[in-house]
């Protein structure tokens, strides 16, 4: 069963997200918060599997939420998945940075919001096309940080091969493929890199890949 935690300041988009989850015979939602505050508190009560939060909202907003959730030990299995709307592209950038796991636009289609969060809950990255386009035009314009440099002398040529390849979007099976290896090999690769670089998921190896240099955005 997957336990969700759903936060937004709009009770006609909790309502809607609540019946959708509700339906599905492996989705529980467990809480819900109507601002950043709330959806924190209510984390550490429940300790969800997936945290829906909305990006803006009152007393506290959502990037600021899902830092402190992100960057607690006792939330270290929560994937915190941000709803957004086409029109906040500056926040998608920020919301990575402090721990998001990925987005869901809130507008999305019923099948895409359940498979999104069924996504977030085995631990892989959530960024539709739309969400990857625009993350990457704001790494075109960030020049990568050198900082990261020790960090990736850390991993292995083979590691840093997989988190390249994690980093343009492909699975585990899609990286096996590429590689010649079998997807247990991939999956324990992209597993010990997200050890040595303290990565929650595999949206936060998309955001080392760029920061670091280790590829560069395709414009």
């Known amino acids: 069963m997957i336990r969700v935690l759903l936060a937004d300041d709009q009770a006609l988009i909790r309502a809607g997200f609540r019946a959708l989850l509700r339906a599905e015979d492996d989705i529980e939602v467990v809480a819900e918060g109507a601002n950043g505050s709330e959806a924190v508190a209510l984390a550490f009560e429940h300790n969800p599997d997936v945290a829906l939060i909305d990006i803006q909202m009152p007393v506290l907003d959502g990037i600021e939420a899902t830092r402190r959730i992100a960057s607690d030990p006792q939330l270290s299995a929560v994937r915190v998945v941000m709803l957004t709307n086409y029109g906040l592209d500056e926040y998608v950038y920020a919301a990575l940075r402090a721990g998001a796991s ?118």
């Open 102 to 219: 990925g987005f869901l636009v809130k507008d999305t289609e019923p099948a895409d919001l359940i498979h999104g969060v069924r996504v977030a809950a085995r631990g892989d990255a959530l960024l539709s096309p739309a969400i990857t386009q625009r993350l990457i035009g704001e790494f075109v314009s960030r020049p990568p940080r050198g900082s990261l440099g020790t960090a990736l002398e850390l991993l292995t040529n083979r590691e840093r091969e997989v988190v390249a390849l994690a980093a343009r979007g492909l699975s585990n099976d899609e990286i096996a493929a590429d590689m010649v290896i079998s997807p247990a090999t991939a999956k324990t690769h992209v597993s010990r890199a997200m050890t040595k670089l303290g990565a929650r998921d595999r949206a936060q190896l998309v955001v080392f890949a760029y920061e670091s240099g280790l590829i560069e955005p395709r414009r």
